[in-house]
Every structure is written in C-alpha cells, then in structure tokens.
C-alpha cells in the first residue's frame, strides 16, 4: 500500500491524525512497557519509541504503578530511537512485597531490577509495507539485591533476553476502526520478569515464550486493546502464571500518553489471585 492510498484512507476515516508532514501518526510509538521498551503495558512491540522518522530523533520518558493489594511495582524510565529503526531504552524496577516480608519474616520488604533494553526494527513498517514491522530486542536484566530469589532458588542475579516482535496496523480492519495486531516471540529464563531473578531449580534453561497484543482505535486518541504474556516456570517454591490484562489509552496530544489497565497477574510467590489496576503516564517528543 502506497503512502499515498494511506493518506487517502486517512483523510476518509477519522481514526487517526498526524501532526505534521514527516511526523508519524498518533500512537503508533506505542507506550511504554514496564520493562522500558515501546510497545504496550507488559508486552514489547516491533515499534520506535516516540515520533522520528527518517533521520529523526524520537523518545519519551515514563512512570508506571501496578498495585494488586498484596505488592505494588513501580516502573521509571526513558527511551531513544533515531530514524525509527533503533531504540535504547533503561528502566528501574521495584517491586514491593511489604505483604509477604511480614508474613514470612523476609529481611527485605521490595525486590529491585534495572532493565537496559535495544531494540533494531529488522524490516517492514507498521502500516506502508506488504510485510509487518518486525524488530529484534535484546534486554539485558540485573536484579540488584538477590539474597531472597537466591534464597528461593534462583541460580543468577543478571541475564539478557532476546525477542522478535512483530507489528501491524490495519486501516478500517475491525468495521471500520483501525486494528493494531501484535505478536512477540521471548528466549527468556527470568522469574516473574527477573525480579525474582533467573533460571531456578526447576529449570535453569531459556524458555521461548510467546506474548501478544490487540488493540482497537476507536476514535484518533483512544485506543482499547488486551494483551497476554507466557511466563516460565522455573522456580520450585512457587508456581508463575501468565500475564492478562485489558487495557485503554489516552492519547491527547504527541506529547502525552496516559495508559490504564487492569492486570490479572495469576500468583506471584505463593500469593494467588493477583489482580489490580496499571497506571502509566508518558512524555513523548
């Protein structure tokens, strides 16, 4: 599809705008997921961060909270890309876990990570090419105080990941509203995202996981959407579920992305049932 027909298709249906020529189209750099990259809440897609196109500068800095009663994480970080094909990205991470410190007597009451995230769109585009945008990822991990996941099990306190995402958006494909569709493939060892560390004494292997992600404009700055993520299972202690959720954004302007969720996180070491609401805020340019 020509960018030409897109501008037509465009100018017919009001689902999305751009802000001016050479600019990428609203939300189409996603948010900001937890672990920092561009994509959705807990799921990477093959996207840049931010708005740069062809030898431009994008990027954005974010804060997140996810709060189920019994933990809350909070998420802080920033992220780059130049001429929408790389993207550097950093969060920090720190997972309180007051609940179940008092209930078991852990020596400490939150577990910490710092993510280092790079992401290289490989080809395609999201909407002007026949084939999906599809970018490679790599997030090298660093849990920062591990005497509890080594306690629980966990065999190391660091470890990189790899991923495959690939993203699509199709003008009018759901009646007529503008569909995002995408899929994520994770090598990964990391116990619930490697706050609880990496690989166990169940399993000290990579897995290949799968992650997903569907989103619906429904009109230029709204955008619902759901979005699933497999998780390993590598630690004796505890079972690790799949992550769920459903999740709407607010994009008022290229500046600002406002995301809210509610996250069904299954159970996270030994406390089953975990569900609550996600909250980011995102400053693009």
């Known amino acids: 599809m020509t960018k030409a027909v897109v501008a037509a298709l465009l100018g017919c249906m009001p689902v999305l705008v751009s802000a001016g020529p050479g600019d990428r189209l609203l939300a189409t750099g996603g948010a900001s997921m937890i672990e920092g990259a561009s994509g959705g809440g807990i799921v990477p897609w093959a996207v840049m961060t931010g708005y740069g196109t062809r030898e431009q500068w994008g990027g954005a800095v974010f ?75 790599l997030q090298h991990k660093r849990q920062t105080n591990f005497l509890i996941p080594r306690t629980v099990g966990a065999q190391r306190d660091s470890d990189t990941e790899a991923y495959v995402a690939a993203s699509r958006l199709f003008l009018g494909g759901a009646f007529g509203y503008n569909l995002l569709v995408n899929g994520t493939l994770r090598y990964s060892r ?78 996270i070491a030994t406390l089953e049932d975990q569900t609550g609401l996600y909250l980011s805020v995102q400053i693009s340019y």
């Open 63 to 137: 804060a997140t909270r996810v709060d189920t009663g019994d933990y809350r994480l909070d998420t802080a970080g920033a992220s780059v890309s130049y001429a929408n094909r790389v993207e550097l990205s950093f969060a920090r991470q720190r997972l309180g876990i007051d609940e179940l410190a008092g209930a078991a007597a852990l020596p400490e009451s939150s577990l910490n990570q710092d993510v280092f995230g790079a992401k290289f769109r490989l080809f395609g585009d999201l909407i002007y090419d026949q084939l999906p945008q599809v970018a490679l990822g």
């Open 190 to 267: 990391a116990n619930e995202t490697g706050l609880l560390g990496f690989g166990g004494d169940r399993r000290d292997t990579p897995s290949l996981l799968k992650e997903g992600s569907i989103g619906v404009f429904l009109n230029p700055q709204w955008v619902l959407g759901v979005e699933y993520r497999e998780k390993p299972d590598n630690l004796g202690f505890a079972g690790e579920s799949d992550w769920k959720d459903v999740w709407l954004a607010y994009f008022p302007s290229k500046r600002v992305g406002l995301v809210a969720a509610w996250t069904d996180l299954g159970e």
